[in-house]
């Protein structure tokens, strides 16, 4: 069964994707609180977890365990403006 994912995904994958030297891997099929994208920019990985702007979308239980006891970077982007926030400041670090 395919997971339900929020609206604006498709709009933000497709934003990404117009970044040069960015790889991008869809993991919302996978669930358990896994968030949805896996991004791959200038040697590094970033984990996002895609939610709706307009619903103010938050952390279901299964996500909120998955995020406290995830060790690397994960965020919560609603928008590109969110996306572009975190690749730039981890690349000018």
Known sequence: MRKKTD???RKLVYALKQIP???????S???QGCPDLLVG???KNYLFE???PETKGK????QEIWFSE??????????IDDLLDVLWLEYTK
Request: charge should be positive; include cysteine; aromatic fraction near 6%.
């Open 21 to 27: 030297g960015v790889s991008i891997q869809d993991l």
């Open 7 to 9: 609206l604006n995904q």
């Open 70 to 79: 995830w060790k690397g970077h994960v965020c919560v982007v609603r928008d």
């Open 41 to 43: 920019y200038k040697g």
């Open 50 to 52: 895609i939610k709706n």
């Open 59 to 62: 952390l279901n239980e299964r």
């Open 29 to 31: 099929a996978v669930g």
